[in-house]
T-cell receptor, first 110, second 114 residues
Framework: GENVEQHPSTLSVQEGDSAVIKCTYS??????FPWYKQELGKRPQLIID?????GEKKDQRIAVTLNKTAKHFSLHITETQPEDSAVYFC?????????FGAGTTVTVRA | SAVISQKPSRDICQRGTSLTIQCQVD?????MFWYRQQPGQSLTLIAT?????????ESGFVIDKFPISRPNLTFSTLTVSNMSPEDSSIYLC???????????FGPGTRLTVT
């Protein structure tokens, strides 16, 4: 099955700086890569996704890049704000079923 | 996006008993899934809830332990059977239309087994 690795496990950034989270996947058939944000005690929230026919996608301060050849994808958050503090999960899918990375705890320092 | 609710939101159960968790979606969806999230951990897919047929289970999960029903396109249940403390976890359902790949999650059910 699909194996998704996510790094780093924790990330502390100064408010206003950028944050980058990286994921790799094993199944070359994977064609959909979403990112979820989960605040403490809340449900995972889909924040951005990318499909295999696209190399980059941006939504305001959030962007995702995909390198299919290297089987890795990344989440970029610019101008971080305190409300960006949460756990972020990457995932990969080839048949609508999601395989998740281990998660990255992002802390934005004021 | 679909609005997803789950009942109960939390429960404390004794070992050896069973709990059924309900998942309701406000619109018809093609795909429904059940995940488990142990404290401080990532999400693990338990099974795909198939409408009108048996659920499809992932490696490590079996129907006798986690029976699933999906009687229509908006509702599914997951039963955690013969519970042990190791079953203490958050159980989440998700739903997607199938055409867009996007999946949205319910609020989760926090289960504690004593």
């Amino acid at each position: 099955g699909e194996n998704v690795e996510q790094h780093p496990s924790t990330l502390s950034v100064q408010e206003g700086d950028s944050a980058v989270i990286k994921c790799t996947y094993s199944d070359s058939a994977s064609n959909y890569f979403p990112w979820y944000k989960q605040e403490l005690g809340k449900r995972p929230q889909l924040i951005i996704d990318i499909r295999s026919n696209v190399g980059e996608k941006k939504d305001q301060r959030i962007a995702v890049t995909l390198n299919k050849t290297a089987k890795h994808f990344s989440l970029h958050i610019t101008e971080t704000q305190p409300e960006d503090s949460a756990v972020y999960f990457c995932a990969a899918s080839s048949d609508y079923k999601l395989s998740f990375g281990a998660g990255t705890t992002v802390t934005v320092r004021a | 996006s679909a609005v997803i609710s789950q009942k109960p939101s939390r429960d404390i159960c004794q070992r050896g008993t069973s709990l059924t968790i309900q998942c309701q979606v406000d619109s018809q969806v093609t795909m429904m899934f059940w995940y488990r999230q142990q404290p401080g951990q990532s999400l693990t897919l338990i099974a795909t809830a198939n409408q009108g047929s048996e659920a499809t289970y992932e490696s490590g999960f079996v129907i006798d332990k986690f029976p699933i029903s999906r009687p229509n396109l908006t509702f599914s249940t997951l039963t955690v059977s013969n519970m042990s403390p190791e079953d203490s976890s958050i159980y989440l359902c998700s739903a997607g239309t199938g055409g867009t790949y996007e999946q949205y999650f319910g609020p989760g059910t926090r289960l504690t087994v004593t």
